[in-house]
């Protein structure tokens, strides 16, 4: 089992950076895909970018507003720590935050049902 803990959040303005992490408690965190998934008020949670517990597999969303080539998803195995680099962000990205982890491999990484473990979130908001 693993518990899930994000911090980081806040207020940034659109083009400026803010970096989320996610804590993680137990000894086996690599052995874990981790993902990082984004719900804004009134939308149903989405994808963002998944780290693979193997291979160094990641992935990011490919949907409109896509995230892809402004944030980068990364893990720090030793510190059981997963990063959220993002860059650039834009008000669309305005959300609550999650870190999610699903020990071993997931298959299909976007689907938020295949992540049992989920953190309580962390607020982002981006002005314009």
């Known amino acids: 089992q693993v518990q899930l803990v994000e911090s980081g959040g806040g207020l940034v303005q659109a083009g400026g950076s803010l970096r989320l992490s996610c804590a993680a408690s137990?000894?086996?965190?690599?052995?874990?895909?981790m993902g990082w998934f984004r719900q804004a008020p009134g939308k149903e949670r989405e994808f963002v970018a998944a780290?693979?517990?193997?291979?160094?597999?990641?992935?990011?969303?490919d949907y409109a507003n896509s995230v892809k080539g402004r944030f980068t998803i990364s893990r720090d195995n030793a510190k059981n720590t997963l990063y959220l680099q993002m860059n650039s962000p834009k008000p669309e990205d305005t959300a609550v935050y999650y870190c999610?982890?699903?020990?071993?491999?997931?298959?299909?990484?976007?689907?938020?049902?295949?992540?049992?473990?989920w953190g309580q979130g962390t607020q982002v908001t981006v002005s314009s």
């Open positions: 137990g000894r086996t965190f690599s052995r874990y895909t």
């Open positions: 999610a982890a699903e020990p071993g491999g997931v298959g299909r990484v976007s689907p938020a049902s295949r992540y049992g473990y």
């Open positions: 780290h693979g517990w193997t291979g160094g597999n990641i992935y990011y969303a």
